[in-house]
C-alpha cells in the first residue's frame, strides 16, 4: 500500500490490531498459534499426495516439514510489504492444486514436484501479466471465488462432522459455538482467541469422550525434535499434465486475488476498488511458495481464505502476525511429534472449525459481489457458473458424466466455477467494448457536456467512484480549446480521450495547470500531439 493509499485509507471501527499495529508479543504469539490451529488440518493434503504416489512413512514426515518451512517463507513473504501485497494471508496447502496432483501420482512423486514447480512458475508469469489481460478477470469473478472458497469449505466442513455423526456432532456444536459466541460477544482476548478456544475446547471435549483415537500415544512415541530428509526430492516432467496444472494455478491466482481484495476490503473501511499492484505481488509470492513446494517434493500451497476469516472475526488483521505464524511453522516442522498432534486433530473439531470459517469467508464474498453494479452480463458471469460449482459440492451425477479428460478441470467446486465463469465472461465479453463521441462546444455549456457524460456512463454501469474520477477531470481539464471528447468502456477500463485544438499560451500539461488532481484521480495520463498543433488527453481508470 502506497504512502498515499494509506493516507487516504480509513480505519473499520471493530478492528482490536489493525494492519500496521504491533500487538504485544504475547499476543502475536498466542494469534500465530490460532492460525496455526486453524490450518494445520489442511496439511492433511501434503499427506494425501504423498501417499497416493506410494511414498513411505519416512518420506512422508519429511514432506509434512518441509510443506511447513515452505508455508513459513510463504507467510512472511506475503506480509512484508517488500516483497507481497502486505496483508497478512497465510499459506496453506491447498485443494485446488490436490486434483492435478492426484492424477499426476500415478507417475510417482517425481512427476507431481515436477509440475508443482511448472504451475509455481506459470503463476508468477500469469501475475505480471494480469494487468493486460485484467478485462477477462473482472471483480465479480474475483468475488464469486470467494463465496464458492466459502461454499467449499462450509461442505467440507459439514462432512468432516458426518464422518461421525453420533459422538462428532456435540464436540462440532461445541466447537463451533465457542468460536462464533465469542467472536460476537467477546472482548479483549477472548474475542482475539476465539477460534483458538473453540478448537481447543472441542479437542479436550473429544479426548474426554473417547473420539480423539490415539493421537496422544502416538505423539508420545514420536521424536520430538528432527531436521527433515530431502532423499526422496526429485523431478519429472509430462506434457500431457501441463493444462490441468496450469488451470490450477490460474484458479489459485483467482483465490489469492480474492485474498488480497478481502484483506484490503477488511483493513479499509473507505474501499472501492482492487489495488492491482496489491494483488500482482500477492499472486508473485503465492507461485514462489507453490515452486518451492515443487522443489521440496510437496504439492502445491495457496492463500487461506479461512485464516482470512478467522483475522475479520478475532479483529485482529496485523502484519505482525504473519511473521509469528511463520515462527509457530518452523517450531513445529522441526517438531514431527507435535505436528502429528495437530494433524490428527478429530474430524468433528476440524469440521466445526471450518464451519466457522467459511461463514465469515462467504459473508466477504457477498460483500465484495454487493460493491458490483450489476446488469445482466455480469448477472450471467456470476449465477450460471455459482449453480455448476453447487452442484460439484452436491456430487451431482452431470458432473460425474463428463468425459474423462475434463474430469482433473471439475475435480474442485472452485475449479469448475471459475472455469465456468471465465468462458461466460469471455463469452459476453466479445464485442462489448462501448464507445461514445462528443463534440464539444457548438453553444452548450460545460455543464451539459458533464450532464451528458453522466448519463452516458450510468447507462454503461461504470462504478460510481469511477464515475466522480471522471466528472473530477472533466471539470478541470475543459476549456474553450477542447473540441471532442471519447469515450470508450470495455467493462473494466474507462478510456477519456479529450481533444484540444491549438491557441495562444502554453501548453497546459507543460504549465500544470490542467492536471493537478487528473493526474491523482486517473490510473494513467498520457499527453499526445497531433498534426496542425492539436493535442489529446488520454486519461485511464480502472474499474
Known sequence: MSATEARLSRRPPGLLYGLDDVPPWPVQVMLGLQHFVVLAPQLALAVLVARATGAGPETIAATLSLSLIILAVSSALQSWTRTGSGFFIPGCNSAVYAGGSLVAASGGLALVSGMTLFAGVFQIFFAHVLVRIRRFFPIEIVALSVVIVGFELGAIG??????????????AALTLFLSVALGVYGRGPLRLYCALIGMVAGYLASIQAGTA???????????????????????????????????????????????????????????????????RKGIVVDGIATALSGLAGTCGTNSSTNSVGVSQASGATSRRIGYALAGWMLLFALSPAFTLLVTMMPDAVVGGGLVFSACMVTVNGLQLLSSVTMDMRRAGVIAFPLLLAVASVGKSPLLAAM???????????????????????????????????????????????????????????????????????????LDARCSSMKLKFDGTTLRLDITREPGAGPDTHETGQHGFFTARVSDKLVWRRRSGGRQVLSAYYEQ
Open 158 to 171: 459439514l462432512q468432516r462432522i458426518g464422518a461421525d455423526p453420533a459422538g462428532g456432532l456435540p464436540v
Open 213 to 279: 483415537g490415539d493421537a496422544l500415544s502416538r505423539v508420545l512415541s514420536g521424536p520430538v525434535l528432527a531436521l527433515p530428509s530431502i532423499a526422496h526430492v526429485g523431478f519429472a516432467f509430462d506434457l500431457a499434465y501441463a493444462p490441468v496444472f496450469v488451470f490450477a494455478a490460474v484458479a489459485a491466482s483467482l483465490k489469492t486475488m480474492g485474498a488480497v481484495v478481502t484483506s484490503d476490503r477488511i483493513n479499509d473501511a473507505s474501499w472501492v476498488r482492487p489495488n492491482i499492484a496489491l494483488v
Open 403 to 477: 468425459p474423462s479428460w475434463l474430469q482433473p478441470f471439475l475435480a474442485s467446486p472452485l475449479g469448475i466455477g471459475v472455469l465456468a465463469a471465465l468462458a461466460v465472461n469471455a463469452f459476453f465479453s466479445m464485442g462489448a467494448a462501448r464507445r461514445k463521441e462528443l463534440a464539444l462546444g457548438g453553444g452548450a455549456s460545460h455543464g451539459e457536456h458533464l450532464t451528458l457524460v453522466r448519463a452516458v456512463l450510468a447507462d454503461w454501469n461504470v462504478a460510481h467512484n469511477v464515475m466522480g474520477r471522471v466528472m473530477l477531470t472533466l471539470r478541470e481539464v
